[in-house]
């Protein structure tokens, strides 16, 4: 443990970035096509990765995230950028998924995922180009597998703090936002998922 | 400050370990750290979990990718398909919104009749300036009635006087040459014929077109009439393609 774990999320020049950001807004509102497009594609891969780990299959990531930018465009009047685009581009993935993972949640009980079954939902596990060692990739997909799984076992809104976090990087204020809730909920939520993982995955 | 217990850093690792931890706790997390194995080996046990979690994050294959691709297009041609279907019924629940303004305020109300123009600058037809359209900032740029009296027909007038309501939407573009194209009733609370001679009438009316940086310019244009004196004071957006910032402008009431 080192200070250098105190990594938070590095931000560009807020003053310009809100500025742009707010020109971009504001031609999307106008209905400008174009600025409509750049917008998707300025935020569509952050949204279809956290739709992914939110309910973790590809087509239903997909889905969501369609629904998410439709949902977007038809509430930008009401953006006023009390947070970032990105933040806010959050929350509404977050309560896309959670109104959506009730009931995929029960489909998705009833049926025994496999290995292969796990992969080819959420694509393929990143290969840090150190081996083709055939059982190394094997044990690296197995691993993975677990995790999700246990990332999977999670209740809702401490698999989204955790997400959000490790793999997307947020700070607390950002999660809070994001999840509609307290700094101080973001926190104890993080401290009990990471607790159930540990456990979960047997990391000493 | 106090040396933190087992127990005090336990509770603070997860968040200390994001950088949250308040900075006046931070010394004496370290401290602590540096000196106990065990609270260290929960800190590394943290650390683990995150680099797994990482580790574990899928990547995306080319199909995903490819899927990804066509998000843009699908996401961005239904909004405008909304959009365009959206207009009308926009507009009408606009009036309904001012209806029930102007029903809070019946005791100011009066039979006098007051128009209500919201002018909307539609990229579409205005062809030859730029695709983004303009916002409609002030009253100067809306289009100005040349003969204000087609504006009240009798009928109109009568029709009010006889039922005791009167509400009506019109919708339609004053081109660049002044004169009005795409006349349609949004809504009326009364009967269409009175409606359609209006649309007659204003069909003769000439205008002088609204005008952005000295150049005519062909706006979108709804004409709300109700039975009242009552003129909304604040400028009120509604969303529309091609259009931005409108105003609810009482200005030209006859
Ligand atoms: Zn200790």
Redesign the interface.
């Given at each position: 443990?080192a200070?250098g774990?105190?990594?938070?999320p590095v931000s560009l020049d807020w003053a310009s970035v809100g500025e742009a950001e707010a020109e971009l807004v504001?031609?999307c509102?106008?209905?400008?096509?174009r600025a409509?497009?750049a917008l998707?594609?300025a935020h569509?891969?952050m949204v279809?990765?956290l739709a992914?780990?939110l309910l973790g299959e590809?087509n239903e990531a997909?889905d969501l995230?369609?629904e998410v930018?439709?949902r977007v465009?038809?509430t930008l009047?009401a953006f006023r950028g009390h947070a970032s685009l990105r933040t806010w581009i959050y929350r509404i993935v977050i309560n896309q998924a959670r109104n959506r993972q009730r009931w995929w949640r029960r489909r998705k009980q009833r049926e025994q995922v496999s290995l292969d079954d796990h992969l080819r939902r959420?694509?393929?596990?990143?290969?840090?180009g150190r081996s083709d060692d055939p059982e190394t990739v094997v044990e690296?997909k197995e691993?993975?597998a677990c995790?999700?799984g246990a990332?999977d076992r999670l209740p809702f809104d401490q698999r989204t703090a955790?997400?959000l976090?490790?793999?997307d990087g947020l700070?607390?204020e950002e999660i809070a936002y994001s999840l509609g809730v307290a700094v101080g909920t973001v926190?104890s939520r993080?401290?009990r998922a990471?607790q159930q993982?540990?456990e979960e995955?047997r990391?000493? | 400050m106090n040396a933190f217990t087992c127990a005090d850093v336990g509770?603070r690792?997860?968040?200390?370990?994001?950088?949250?931890t308040p900075v006046d706790e931070?010394r004496a997390m370290?401290a602590h750290?540096a000196s106990c194995s065990a609270c260290?080996?929960q800190?590394?046990?943290?650390?683990?979990?995150?680099t797994?979690?990482?580790?574990?994050?899928?990547?995306?294959?080319r199909e995903?990718d490819v899927?990804?691709a066509h998000?843009?297009?699908?996401?961005?041609s239904?909004?405008?398909a909304?959009?365009d279907m959206a207009w009308p019924a926009r507009v009408g629940r606009l009036f309904e919104d001012w209806h029930l303004v102007w029903a809070g305020l019946s005791g100011t109300t009066s039979a006098a009749l007051c128009l209500v123009l919201v002018a909307l600058l539609s990229a579409a037809v205005s062809p030859g300036t730029d695709?983004?359209?303009v916002a409609v900032r002030d009253a100067e740029m809306l289009p100005q009635v040349l003969s204000s009296s087609a504006f009240m027909p009798a009928a109109l007038v009568s029709a009010a006087t006889q039922t005791g309501e009167l509400e009506l939407a019109l919708s339609g573009v004053v081109t660049r040459e002044g004169r009005l194209a795409d006349a349609e009733l949004v809504k009326a609370s009364f009967s269409e014929d009175v409606a359609r001679l209006m649309i007659v009438q204003l069909a003769e009316t000439r205008f002088e077109p609204a005008s952005h940086n000295g150049s005519p310019v062909a706006v979108r244009v709804v004409w709300l009439f109700s039975r009242t004196t009552v003129r909304p004071a604040a400028p009120m957006?509604i969303?529309?393609?091609?259009?931005?910032h409108i105003h609810l402008t009482a200005d030209n009431a006859v």
């Open positions: 443990m200070e774990l105190s990594v938070k504001a031609r509102r106008t209905g400008d096509e409509c497009t998707v594609e569509q891969r279809y990765q992914l780990h590809h997909l995230s369609q930018f439709l465009f038809r009047h959420v694509g393929e596990v990143p290969d840090p690296r691993v993975a995790v999700w990332l955790i997400v976090r490790e793999i700070s607390y926190k993080l401290a990471r993982l540990r995955l990391v000493a | 509770a690792l997860s968040a200390f370990r994001d950088g949250e931070q370290r750290l260290a080996a800190a590394g046990a943290l650390e683990s979990v995150g797994l979690l990482r580790a574990s994050a899928p990547v995306r294959t995903q899927d990804l998000l843009s297009v699908r996401v961005v239904q909004i405008s909304e959009r695709r983004n359209p957006n969303d529309k393609p091609g259009a931005n």
